[in-house]
């Protein structure tokens, strides 16, 4: 006897076998029942997702001799007739091949006949949407006016070619693409009739890799299984046939990113290549783990949105921590456009390389958001205390004139002058070092308001557990000087440092220099070894 793919096999024989389309198997099995049953129905949604098989049942349903709370029995002659397609009352048509006026003419000539069993003619036209202008044209009138035993189903996987008169003639039902853990499900139920030892894993990868239709999944299931018969199918194996990567790759590769290392990026890509993978596949998969990644570091309460395991999980918090919003999105926009370019390219490794080569170097190409990028850089160094080349940030600020960023500020030069030195209490001092030394990295983590509006501004010592913030621009100024913002500083501040501190805020008086030294009572006492006494005001 010859095999039977499994999605053949198990396709559904009544709707209660019908996966991930419940809300259009209920409606129709209430018309069913009530008898309110339509004569022309649409059933649109992307492939695999169920469109022929619900068509099949529903044409068994209303011809069936003894339906059960609408659904059809498959023990009556019409059911079995229609089930090995020897039933004249049940017609499928390929508009894909059949698509002419002609074709639509003989259904017109045909319908004119009333069933010789049975309750109803169903005719089902698959891929309606490719049909002529001329057999739509020809098809109108036979679907505004069928007679009472003609029923009509059309599924397409485009409907935005349907014509308009046609929509208006037809129910429609839209088909959901199904989700993975219903996919999965439905595989270890079939993976256990079928006796296929197969890991969970592997079973979800599968669901995965099958975005949302159930036939895919089956056929990707039976693959698998041929490649590694009689032997349990774990994760490992399903990525060897299916040509795929682990996320684990895909954490080493952004790792090597992130700390600009191409020739790590190369060495990955090299071995991806040596192993088979499907390079199309994995520009995909990686596009998807950035997503990941993005929705976890924006998203609150982010980890039910993925699906993933706790360690998988871990792994992005670590790397979630080591890049920037603003940098992901830069990183999915690059491999974006590398997906649609890969599709027809001969030559997808070299597209790839050129890709990791614009993520690890972003001086190489000069659009906005890759300049952002390594001005974040340049500010991550300099908060560390590392000295950065006044020539690249010169070249960087013409390059964010010419896209359009505004023009290059130069700074405003001042004669030197020598700064001057104030004595404060220690405790005061302690407070103002404690945030100074720190001010460039609380601005980054706070983000939003306070990141761009509290650049350039200089923290001054206000009194006991009171620091203020002082601004040389007007318009970051009337931002700053917010209760909510400074609140939020002052939260953050406690949070973090555990200490109570105050902030207040003011603007840079016209000709203040704010290169004062602070320095300690006891500091200058030593420094001029004498006693000093501190008037009160």
């Given at each position: 006897m010859s095999y039977t793919a499994l999605y053949r096999k198990w396709r559904p024989a009544q709707f209660d076998d019908v996966k991930g389309q419940d809300h259009i198997v209920q409606t129709l099995k209430n018309q069913i029942t009530s008898g309110r049953i339509g004569h022309a129905y649409l059933f649109c949604g992307t492939r695999g997702t169920g469109k022929t098989t619900i068509a099949k049942i529903f044409a068994k349903a209303v011809n069936c001799e003894h339906p059960v709370d609408g659904s059809p029995c498959n023990e009556c002659a019409a059911c079995k007739a229609i089930a090995s397609g020897s039933s004249m009352n049940v017609v499928e048509i390929d508009a894909a091949s059949n698509n002419g006026v002609e074709n639509i003419r003989e259904i017109r000539e045909q319908v004119q006949y009333p069933p010789t069993e049975g309750a109803y003619r169903v005719y089902i036209i698959d891929e309606v949407h490719m049909l002529s202008t001329g057999a739509f044209n020809a098809l109108l009138k036979t679907l505004e006016e069928p007679p009472s035993y003609v029923i009509f189903i059309l599924a397409?996987?485009?409907?935005h070619k349907i014509p308009v008169t046609v929509l208006s003639r037809c129910q429609r039902y839209d088909f959901r693409r199904i989700t993975i853990d219903t996919i999965a499900a439905r595989l270890r139920e079939?993976?256990?009739a079928e006796n296929i030892q197969v890991e969970e894993k592997a079973l979800r990868y599968v669901a995965k890799a099958a975005d949302g239709s159930m036939r895919d999944a089956l056929s990707l299931l039976d693959q698998c299984v041929a490649f590694h018969y009689g032997t349990l199918l774990t994760y490992d194996n399903v990525l060897e046939v299916l040509g795929a990567v682990d996320s684990g790759v895909f954490s080493e590769l952004l790792?090597?990113?992130?700390a600009k290392d191409t020739t790590a990026c190369m060495k990955k890509l090299e071995e991806m290549v040596i192993q088979g993978r499907?390079?199309?596949q994995f520009v995909t998969d990686f596009i998807w783990y950035l997503r990941n990644l993005l929705v976890l570091k924006t998203a609150d309460d982010a980890e039910n949105m993925l699906d993933m395991s706790e360690d998988n999980l871990k792994l992005l918090r670590e790397e979630a921590e080591m890049i920037s919003g603003e940098t992901l999105m830069r990183?999915?926009?690059i491999f974006s456009e590398l997906s649609n370019q890969i599709r027809y390219a001969s030559q997808?490794?070299?597209l790839i390389e050129l890709a990791l080569i614009k993520l690890t170097k972003p001086q190489m190409e000069p659009n906005l958001d890759s300049i952002l990028q390594r001005l974040e850089e340049l500010e991550d160094r300099m908060d560390e205390g590392v000295p950065v080349n006044s020539q690249m940030m010169q070249q960087m600020a013409a390059q964010m004139g010419q896209q359009g960023a505004g023009t290059p500020v130069s700074a405003d030069a001042e004669p030197a002058q020598p700064p001057q030195q104030v004595s404060i209490p220690k405790a005061q001092l302690e407070d103002l070092n404690l945030i100074r030394q720190d001010w460039g990295k609380i601005i980054r983590e706070l983000g939003g308001a306070i990141r761009p509006s509290f650049r350039d501004t200089v923290l001054e010592p206000s009194g006991d557990s009171c620091l203020c913030i002082v601004f040389s621009n007007g318009d970051n100024y009337a931002i700053g000087s917010r209760p909510t913002v400074l609140g939020a500083l002052e939260k953050y501040v406690e949070e973090q440092y555990g200490?109570?501190?105050?902030?207040?805020?003011?603007?840079?008086n016209a000709g203040e220099r704010?290169?004062?030294?602070?320095?300690s009572d006891e500091e200058l006492k030593n420094a001029v070894h004498m006693d000093i006494t501190i008037e009160d005001e």
């Open positions: 397409t996987t485009e409907v079939l993976a256990d790792r090597a990113v992130i499907e390079l199309g990183f999915i926009r997808k490794r070299v200490k109570t501190m105050y902030f207040k805020a003011r603007m840079r704010l290169n004062t030294i602070y320095v």
